[in-house]
């Protein structure tokens, strides 16, 4: 039931981040006059609508995405009324056609940095000191938090009936405890630990530790488990050694700031996130083999894209897992993403509208400075091949990830 509350409230913060998008467009075209007859939620059949003043406002029955009709976009618009001609978008100056079209980006990056804010203020974004590689614990201080049990097969899920209870809990170690020794050899920082742990034989074992300062020493029954060499995650399986803990960092993970220090900390997650973005999108067309074969029978890549879908699947099971700080960033990091790929500078996207109006301003520029006619405006029809084959391919990309969310979907626990 968790799990499904948390699809369709994802789906629904989807749907409204896409409203909002649409009802930017609409209402800094009305804010310069621009006429907008139309604003939907939805496509396909109308559920119900009503008229405010020049523009009709409902609900389709398809809940994917939502529209608004700005009247005159290009001029190879048919259908405008002839009362209508001086009101057109396409004869309005083009820092105002960019700012109308730029307006739907916009209200994606402003309800995502919002909601980095309050985040950043309730729940608490992640610590940038804290270590992103498994390499980077390495160092760590030895401090330990007891794990429920030892999987002793080499696979990562969570804790089944039949399971070994975790040694280091029948030890009586708790969470906090600094592992300082285990058996005769000193251990310095977590990567020594798992060096030794890993190097003594399964069975009793002395483990010297710190707890509030006092040194004691305690006999673990180290279980036998199987695993690759560490940091080597497709190497040899072999048996070695297990206490039952993981790292317990002095680093906290996470961190929450007061109103005023989470402007800062909203600015930094925003800018990192702004460079993840862009290396996301410029490595889209490197992803799709591997997103074949996680259709095809292979596993499924962590670092490929998602679609709406297998957002929609991570967000439920952020809510059945109680990890709300996940639901709440991958809402913020998808709504980041779609606001920098709608402003690619591609038909038809908001971007390529924005690229073609500075490119005819700029041919005009030229023009007028070789003393030559003004060229005019860019006939749409003719960039209509090159965006039927952009809409063409992104259908297909959009298929290939929804198919490959639905067959091989990215999981936020492995089982």
């Known amino acids: 039931m968790l799990y499904l509350l948390g699809v369709v409230a994802f789906a629904l913060g989807i749907l409204i981040s896409v409203s909002l998008h649409e009802a930017g467009h609409m209402i800094v075209a009305k804010r310069f006059g621009m006429k907008v007859t139309r604003y939907f939620v939805g496509f396909g059949p109308t559920i119900w609508s009503f008229r405010r003043g020049e523009t009709e406002y409902g609900i389709k029955a398809i809940p994917l995405g939502g529209f608004c009709k700005i009247v005159g976009m290009t001029p190879q618009d048919d259908d405008v009324d002839p009362a209508d001609e001086p009101r057109v978008m396409w004869r309005?100056?083009?820092?105002?056609?960019?700012?109308?079209?730029?307006?739907?980006?916009?209200?994606?990056?402003?309800?995502?940095?919002?909601?980095?804010?309050?985040?950043?203020?309730?729940?608490?974004?992640?610590n940038p000191e804290f270590p992103s590689t498994e390499a980077g614990f390495q160092n760590e201080p030895a401090r330990i938090s007891l794990a429920p049990c030892v999987v002793t097969e080499n696979v990562e899920r969570t804790c089944?009936?039949?399971?070994?209870?975790?040694?280091?809990?029948?030890?009586n170690l708790r969470d906090g405890d600094v592992v300082t020794a285990v058996g005769a050899a000193p251990v310095a920082n977590w990567g020594q630990m798992l060096d030794a742990v890993r190097a003594a034989k399964p069975g009793p074992t002395q483990v010297t530790y710190l707890r509030d300062g006092a040194t004691q020493t305690t006999e673990v029954n180290l279980a036998a488990v199987q695993?690759?060499?560490?940091?080597?995650?497709?190497?040899?399986?072999?048996?070695?050694?297990?206490?039952?803990?993981?790292?317990?960092?002095?680093?906290?993970p996470i961190v929450t700031y007061d109103p005023i220090a989470a402007f800062g900390a909203t600015a930094d997650f925003t800018g990192d996130m702004a460079v993840n973005t862009v290396h996301a999108i410029q490595r889209i067309p490197q992803k799709i083999p591997a997103l074949w074969s996680a259709i095809t029978g292979g596993e499924r890549d962590i670092d490929t894209p998602i679609s709406v879908v297998g957002a929609s699947r991570l967000g439920g099971e952020a809510v059945q897992h109680g990890l709300w700080e996940v639901f709440v960033l991958l809402f913020i990091s998808l709504n980041f993403f779609i606001g920098v790929f709608n402003l690619l500078p591609l038909l038809p996207m908001d971007g390529g509208h924005i690229a073609i109006a500075w490119f005819e301003r700029v041919r005009s520029w030229i023009f007028a400075r070789l003393g030559r006619p003004d060229p005019g405006r860019v006939d749409y029809f003719k960039l209509m091949p090159v965006t039927y084959a952009l809409i063409l391919i992104g259908g297909a990309f959009t298929l290939l990830t929804i198919t490959a969310d639905v067959v091989n979907p990215i999981t936020l626990i492995q089982r």
């Open 92 to 126: 309005y100056p083009v820092w105002k056609r960019t700012a109308v079209m730029a307006a739907g980006s916009i209200a994606h990056f402003t309800l995502a940095i919002v909601t980095l804010w309050f985040a950043a203020i309730f729940m608490g974004l992640p």
């Open 160 to 171: 089944q009936p039949g399971d070994p209870t975790s040694p280091a809990a029948q030890a």
């Open 227 to 252: 695993r690759p060499p560490l940091g080597q995650v497709d190497g040899p399986v072999g048996p070695v050694s297990a206490m039952g803990v993981s790292l317990n960092p002095t680093t906290p």
